[in-house]
């Protein structure tokens, strides 16, 4: 423990509370890397305003009574200069409540579901190129641009009972049924479930050509695996967030081929800051970066242009001026330029990866493709 | 106290088959019960504890089955020296304990019950044999062979009970308030179960409110007050007492009204 | 001790209690002030049913919750008054908690825990999975009672909401604790078919104390809402929260007043200690086992008897056997049999042949 | 529904409620025999499940055989729990101190697995984990047979062990009057530390077979603990035959529920069942013993 | 008219009362008459059914049918804190205390209280814990007022219970055994005391194995067998009736 500032006034101090453990843990500790990242970043070329810049990080078990108290700690007890938002929309919310209450700048990393834009805050940033609900966009143009007679004609939709699982799932779902595509199975179920064969056996019995999975991690591998179980074989098969995770094809085993899913975020993108990104992160923990870990450097990022551009980084009167800035201007990230609108969207679209040659790729939108999209989906 | 007189029919001075020796025994933080408590049970003799409630009898017996440590004294049985021991190594020597009170278990048959009680033996046919002589002696054993013993009418328990201990054969056997609850005629059989038992050889330590019936039976009787033995003496000598009669016995029937 | 050592120390621990926001030296420590406080209420609550009648429930969470969701819509739906919602709610929860009652007091002792553990299993299923109602996963907002408040005033003035609430409480323990009713109540706890033979109507007995358990929690939980302003399913209606409530009330003593405030103090700056300090681990979780662990096994009537315990140990041995013989004691019976005569004459007059009539 | 997913659900119901049932065993022998409420059983099941797992990870050899460690090793815990602590407590409160012992037993399993292995949920990753055959028209995965198997043989062998030894004999007999019971020559405090332990080593087999086809985290067990305090108490506490066709039933209850009403609501019915069975029947639907006098 | 206010009026009745478990009928359509103001004594063998009989009246069971009446008014099925209320007071064969409470606490939870006023009155009033004292000295007890109950032998358990019942002040007072286990010596007491009671006009009804203690108090011996009641009158005739000899006193 320690107070980190210990009265040293040359440390620009952030605090952050991240579900290391619980419900949230995986994706959590993927946030936590990418500030680390972040922060050496900033270090090595000076730190911020020319001040070191050090992370105080609490763990919220995944629990919004614990998160509220880590903010709550976080800016009135270790009377940090700056914070960064946790994971999960969960507990987006009634942290960025906190921060809002304290007048802090609150970007975050995780809180994509359109309730946190709803809510009236006005200090509230999402680091990353879309919203939940635009997740699959560049995929249902794939689909609905495929001629009637090879499209998928029946979706079954399994969703857990989660803001963002749920927005990604039925943005696509939406759209599929708007342009003419069948719904024949639309299954939610809540975070703790841990058995999934009747979901699997429902989706199984419709035979639907394609199934869309608004998934975190682990529901997605139970459900492969059941829906493996029962043999069934569709012509598409999306889940949002798990497939992208480096445990993920480890999990599955050498059953991913053709397994579809969105991400705000490829390490081959070519913007200036992300090729640094990667080599450092490769250097620090030796795996390419994943989407937690770059939403989490780009909300550093997105934090640092306005302290630099604004020129001051504490609580009080700095804050307001912080989220003044931001509202009015263009962020250079990692995921490209980013901008934002009045309650803090992102106004950007999500790329569509899928494990080609056991290999996740980007295939789609056709400019920034890195193979071939796969369809029908080979058998799993 | 005397060990050696009385009923002509028993030689004399034989090894008592169990002796507490200036026992000082207790419950937790609270005050000794015991203090300072002797007793001897020589073999083929029936010893009665008589005395108020709260007396300590019923305290007397748990120590000598070793359901309660003594703090002070000795507990020996046939000879060696067994203080300290737990029920299962003093039922090893050869004692036997009947609790006060309903100590069946209630969510068992009483055939399970009665089995239990020949626990520590090995030999079917002797326990087929047992079975049979208890069931003759309590019909409502054998009634209610499958019922749940915890269904039983309170008297009824007792016998089951009662029938339980009569399962195997101890050299020692200790007997809290066996009467209680029973109706006058299964009364007569217990006690003439405890003269069968003295007859075959077995030291019977009795403890009654029942005193003037058990004192009829008993050769021996110590009247107990205060955790320690207050007098003793041959059970016809204590009935005859008119002072005792009148504090520890009730007095005469009808004499208080 | 002298008469005067316990109002003393009362007063104390009331200014101590009053002046505690003044006191602190951050916001931070007021809003774990706050939560401490919130605890104190909900394990006081709890103790009108566990301490009382002894039906330990580790489903209190379903009350808590309700209160906490029954606030929120109803600010919500029919935009009421914040705090006329929270007193609605709770008066709500007190109506759903009749039927409740009296299917859960059906059964006893170990059921009883099952049965209260599956009630926040299934108000936990039900608040997600009726979404239209509840909000189901998104979680519920409850909107601030009072508008643009700096942070640390908001927590200022809940806490001393809380402490009042807390007040009532402890007022309403007290008066029972000493009355017939809490008589009666503590009878069920040791033997409640005996309670009943002694003509104590324990159904009503208990269904009373539960309702009251009921609904001071839900009134806890309402202000918590107001308080804190998200609900989650997951959270409101969670078995730890009502595992907390029975820890902290066991651990002060539930047989006396203060036991449970006390226990929530303890435990709830430990809790929030340990998250704070251990919070990167799952250590926190280990020490709240070790806290149960060790009061459960070596303190199970609570710190305040287990101090009390301890005190006496240094004074004299308890006796519980009879200072004087049965001699003595005839003596002394005859004597006062003596004085008594005329009296107990007239009673045993009677005949007692019983020769006087046939039926 | 049609045909096929109607008997396809029944398939998964009988397998789940096999799965059901050896976790549930353990409980209704501690619980119905012992009257320890044991709120850690669940919590053992995913120990149990999570040494499965580490085992597989770094030996690479099939999690089954773990059991050749976890199920001693449960034993032992189980006997020295109730050797240590259980005895500690009172008679007369039992009951209820017990739900608390365990609660905080529960507690430290799970912070303990948080410490050693993360919060991050984990699988076991067999080769055979998607493999499945037909049956009928419907299918059977191999993994979910497998626990099945374990979880018929080790009821059948813990049924023997009660209704058919002396050991069951002397385990009630010391629960029901512990003093009568030492006063038969049972040795008491050996005998219901070795019932604890027999209690736990099921829970160590309930959890090897969890571990072949179930994701785990530490807090996982919460989610085990109602179904199956549900499935104890309309089986008949105590009673391992009602608590097999107790599970059975819930467990094709809620695979079909499931289809019509999704997992959320489907997951109510032990609930439901729980609270009909207090209501009407507090003995449980198929013997045991009296579920509301303790 | 004033030949029925005469004769001492019919308290407790049972008319063919029954209940069986499974097989065994433990009360047989038994139609008993118990007058107030009475010590009335209820024997039988074991398992005769004395105790189920008691369960019935009491509500602690309910019977299978027939009905209880208690000065003509019908009781049956109701729950036993009503009965208990309407002025019947019982013990248990099986003693039952509350044995974590003291032995001055086990009194005063007896005191019957009605009415939200009295509901929250204080349970420790003078009153109460002065009438508690002294039947704590009248069972012998007085010495350990503030000992736990759980920690006193089993005949004071049985002598704690009985001084409970009287507590409540019950008209009619039903005790099951209350000799079982006493020392003689307080047996006499006890009967003297259950003497004073019902010159105070309490009625009794008491089931007992210790026939000197049945034939020395009862003005009135029903004896039970097999569930239904087959003698009554006074002890001295009921002594000699041959069945009762028979089923009861094995002579
Ligand atoms: N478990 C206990 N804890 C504390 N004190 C006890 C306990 N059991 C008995 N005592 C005390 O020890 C004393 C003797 O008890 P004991 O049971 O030996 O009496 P007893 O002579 O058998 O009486 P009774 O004739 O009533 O059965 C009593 O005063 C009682 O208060
Ligand atoms: N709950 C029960 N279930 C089944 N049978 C019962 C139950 N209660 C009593 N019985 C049976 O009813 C009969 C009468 O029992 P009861 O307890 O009334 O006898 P009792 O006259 O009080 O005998 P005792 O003198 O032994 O106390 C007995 O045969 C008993 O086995
Ligand atoms: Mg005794
Ligand atoms: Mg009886």
Not at chain 2, 6 to 34: F, N, Q, S
């Amino acid at each position: 423990s320690g107070d980190p500032r210990g009265g040293d006034e040359d440390v620009v101090l952030i605090g952050v509370s991240l579900p290391l453990t619980g419900d949230f843990s995986e994706p959590g500790k993927g946030v936590q890397r990418g500030y680390e990242a972040w922060v050496e970043s900033v270090n090595r070329d000076g730190g911020l305003l020319g001040r070191r810049v050090e992370l105080k990080i609490l763990d919220d078990q995944s629990a919004a009574d614990r998160v509220v108290q880590d903010y709550e700690a976080l800016i009135a007890l270790h009377e940090v200069d700056l914070v960064f938002g946790p994971f999960s929309t969960r507990l987006v919310i009634p942290s960025a409540r906190v921060a809002e209450e304290y007048g802090m700048l609150f970007v975050e990393p995780a809180g994509a579901a359109n309730e946190v834009f709803e809510q009236g805050f006005e200090n509230l940033f999402y680091a990353a190129p879309a919203i939940a609900n635009d997740h699959y966009d560049h995929l249902a143009d794939h689909i609905l641009s495929l001629p009637e007679d090879e499209r998928p004609q029946t979706v079954a939709v399994a969703s857990m009972d989660d803001p963002f699982a749920q927005a990604t799932a039925y943005g696509l779902r939406d759209r599929l049924r708007e342009g003419g595509l069948e719904i024949v199975v639309d299954e939610e179920y809540p975070p703790n479930t841990t058995d999934f064969s009747s979901i699997a056996a429902k989706i199984n019995a419709s035979g639907a050509d394609m199934v869309v999975g608004g998934t975190q991690y682990q529901d997605a591998v139970n459900i492969i695996v059941q829906l493996q179980q029962l043999d069934y074989q569709p012509k598409l098969a999306a889940f949002s967030t798990a497939p992208t995770n480096p445990e993920f094809s480890a999990a599955i085993g050498s059953r991913t081929e053709g397994i579809v899913s969105p991400t705000g975020y490829t390490p081959d993108a070519p913007f200036p800051s992300n090729v640094e990104f990667v080599e450092l992160y490769q250097e620090m923990f030796g795996t390419p970066p994943a989407e937690d870990e770059a939403n989490a450097f780009t909300t550093g990022q997105v934090v640092a242009a306005a302290v630099e551009a604004v020129g001051c980084a504490e609580q009080g009167e700095c804050q307001e001026r912080l989220v003044d800035w931001l509202h009015e201007n263009e962020v250079e990230t990692i995921v490209g330029p980013l901008s934002w609108d009045g309650q803090g969207r992102p106004e950007g679209a999500h790329l569509i990866q899928q494990y080609v040659d056991g290999e996740i790729r980007i295939v789609l939108p056709g400019e920034t493709r890195e193979a071939e999209f796969l369809y029908p989906k080979p058998e799993w | 106290m005397a060990s050696e007189e009385k009923d002509g029919t028993t030689r004399p001075a034989e090894r008592p088959l169990l002796v507490l020796d200036d026992v000082y025994a207790g419950y937790g933080r609270a005050a000794m019960v015991l203090r300072g408590l002797s007793v001897k049970v020589p073999p083929r003799t029936v010893v009665c504890l008589v005395g108020p409630n709260g007396a300590g009898k019923s305290t007397v017996l748990k120590v000598a089955s070793g359901l309660l440590r003594p703090r002070e004294g000795r507990v020996v049985v046939d000879g060696s020296d067994v203080t300290g021991q737990g029920p299962q190594q003093m039922l090893r020597s050869g004692l036997a304990h009947v609790l006060q009170g309903h100590s069946v278990f209630r969510e068992m048959t009483v055939e399970e019950n009665v089995l239990l009680g020949a626990y520590t033996l090995r030999d079917r046919a002797r326990i087929a044999e047992r079975v049979a002589f208890v069931q003759e002696l309590f019909p409502i054993v054998g009634e209610r062979w499958k019922q749940l013993a915890g269904l039983l009418s309170g008297g009824q328990q007792k016998q089951v009970e009662f029938a339980r201990s009569l399962m195997i054969d101890p050299k020692v056997v200790l007997l809290d308030e066996p009467s209680m609850g029973l109706d006058p005629k299964t009364t007569a059989t217990v006690f003439q179960q405890i003269t069968r038992m003295r007859d075959a050889g077995t030291a019977v330590l009795l403890v009654e409110q029942n005193a003037r019936r058990a004192l009829e039976t008993a050769d021996l009787g110590c009247v107990l007050d205060l955790g320690r033995v207050h007098i003793s003496g041959p059970a016809a000598e204590l009935l005859a007492d008119q002072r005792l009669s009148e504090l520890y016995l009730g007095g005469r029937p009808r004499s208080t009204a | 001790m002298p008469g005067w050592v316990r109002p003393a120390a009362l007063a104390v621990g009331v200014a101590l209690v009053l002046l505690f926001p003044e006191l602190v030296p951050n916001a931070y420590v007021l809003s774990a002030g706050v939560i401490v406080a919130s605890y104190a209420c909900t394990a006081t609550a709890w103790s009108f049913m566990g301490g009382f009648t002894g039906y330990v429930s580790l489903g209190h969470a379903a009350f808590f919750g309700m209160g906490a969701y029954g606030t929120g819509i109803l600010i919500r739906d029919l935009s009421l008054q914040p705090f006329l919602a929270w007193l609605l709610s709770g008066l709500i929860v007190l109506v759903i908690t009749i039927p409740v009652g009296i299917a859960a007091l059906r059964v006893r002792g170990a059921s009883f825990v099952i049965v209260s553990i599956s009630f926040v299993l299934i108000l936990l299923l039900v608040s997600q999975a009726w979404e239209a109602f509840t909000g189901g996963a998104n979680g519920l907002n409850v909107p601030r009672p009072f508008a643009d408040l700096y942070r640390p005033d908001h927590h200022r003035i809940f806490f001393y909401l809380f402490v009042a609430l807390l007040a009532v409480m402890l007022l309403t323990w007290w008066v029972i604790d000493r009355s017939r009713f809490g008589a009666g109540l503590k009878a069920v706890r040791e033997d409640e078919d005996k309670a009943e033979a002694l003509g104590v109507p324990t159904r009503d007995y208990k269904l009373a104390a539960y309702l009251i358990s009921a609904t001071f929690t839900a009134l806890a939980g309402g202000m918590y809402a107001l308080w804190f302003g998200d609900l989650d399913p997951i959270f409101q209606f969670s078995i730890l929260l009502g595992a907390y409530m029975v820890l902290m009330a066991l651990l002060g003593g539930v047989r006396h007043l203060f036991g449970p405030l006390v226990g929530a103090v303890v435990v709830g700056s430990a809790l929030e200690y340990f998250k704070l300090e251990f919070g990167d681990t799952q250590l926190h979780l280990v020490f709240t086992a070790i806290l149960l662990g060790i009061v459960v096994l070596f303190m199970p009537d609570g710190v305040i008897p287990a101090a009390g315990a301890l005190l006496r140990r240094f004074g004299p041995q308890d006796t519980s056997i009879r200072e004087i013989t049965a001699e003595e004691l005839l003596e002394r019976n005859r004597a006062a049999a003596e004085r008594e005569g005329a009296a107990a004459g007239r009673g045993g007059g009677k005949p007692s042949d019983g020769s006087g009539e046939t039926p | 529904m049609d045909g096929t997913l109607l008997f396809q659900s029944l398939v998964l119901g009988v397998l789940l409620g096999g799965l059901y049932a050896i976790l549930a065993a353990g409980l209704t022998l501690y619980f119905g025999v012992m009257r320890v409420v044991m709120i850690a059983h669940a919590a053992f099941v995913i120990l149990a499940a999570y040494l499965a797992w580490w085992f597989h990870r770094e030996t690479g050899l099939d999690p089954l055989f773990s059991m050749v460690l976890t199920v001693p090793l449960f034993f032992v815990i189980g006997v020295l729990i109730q050797r240590v602590l259980i005895t500690r407590l009172r008679p007369a409160t039992l009951t209820m101190m017990s739900v608390l012992l365990t609660f905080a037993i529960a507690l430290l399993i799970e912070g303990l697995l948080g410490l050693f292995w993360s919060g991050t949920q984990r699988r076991v990753q067999l080769s055979y984990s998607g493999d499945n055959f037909e049956f009928f028209g419907a299918r059977i995965a191999v993994v979910k047979l497998i626990a099945f198997g374990l979880a018929v043989l080790s009821l059948a062998l813990l049924f023997l062990l009660m209704k058919k030894t002396r050991f069951g004999l002397a385990l009630r007999a010391t629960i029901q009057h512990r003093e009568a019971a030492q006063l038969v020559g049972i040795r008491t405090d050996w005998v219901a530390g070795i019932g604890f332990g027999i209690g736990l080593a099921t829970a160590a087999i309930g959890g090897t077979a969890l571990s072949l086809d179930a994701t785990i985290y530490p807090s996982l067990h919460w989610s085990w603990i109602g179904p199956l305090m549900a499935i104890i108490v309309v089986g008949g506490l105590g009673s391992i035959p009602g608590t097999a066709i107790a599970a059975l039933v819930l467990g094709v209850g809620q695979s079909l529920l499931q289809v019509e009403l999704g997992t959320t609501w489907a997951q109510t019915l032990f609930y439901v069942a729980l609270f009909l069975t207090l209501m009407l029947r507090p003995q449980g639907f198929f013997g045991g013993r009296l579920a509301q006098r303790f | 008219m004033s030949e029925a206010a005469k004769k001492p009026a019919t308290g407790l009745e049972t008319v063919r009362l029954t209940k069986s478990f499974g097989g065994v009928r433990a009360v047989d359509e038994a139609t008993v008459a118990f007058r107030d103001g009475r010590i009335n004594a209820l024997i039988g063998p074991n398992g005769s059914g004395k105790t189920t009989f008691f369960n019935c009246v009491t509500g602690m069971i309910k019977p299978d049918s027939g009905s209880v009446l208690l000065r003509g008014k019908e009781i049956t099925g109701r729950p036993p804190h009503r009965i208990a209320r309407g002025g019947i007071g019982r013990s248990f064969q099986l003693c039952r205390i509350f044995p974590r409470m003291t032995l001055l606490e086990n009194l005063l939870v007896a005191v019957r209280a009605t009415g939200l006023r009295q509901l929250l009155a204080p349970a420790r009033e003078a009153e109460a814990i002065e009438r508690a004292r002294g039947l704590l000295v009248r069972v012998g007890l007085d010495h350990l007022e503030n000992a736990e109950a759980g920690a006193i032998s089993y005949g004071q358990q049985k002598l704690l219970e009985l001084a409970g019942v009287l507590m409540s002040d019950p008209d009619t007072i039903m005790l099951d055994e209350p000799a079982g286990g006493v020392n003689p010596s307080l047996i006499g007491r006890i009967g003297s005391l259950v003497r004073e009671l019902n010159a105070e006009g309490k009625t009794f009804l008491i089931v007992e194995h210790n026939m000197e203690m049945v034939m020395s108090l009862s003005d009135h011996v029903v004896v039970f067998d097999r569930g239904r009641p087959i003698a009554e009158g006074p002890p001295s005739v009921v002594q000699e009736d041959p069945r009762v000899l028979e089923a009861y006193l094995g002579v």
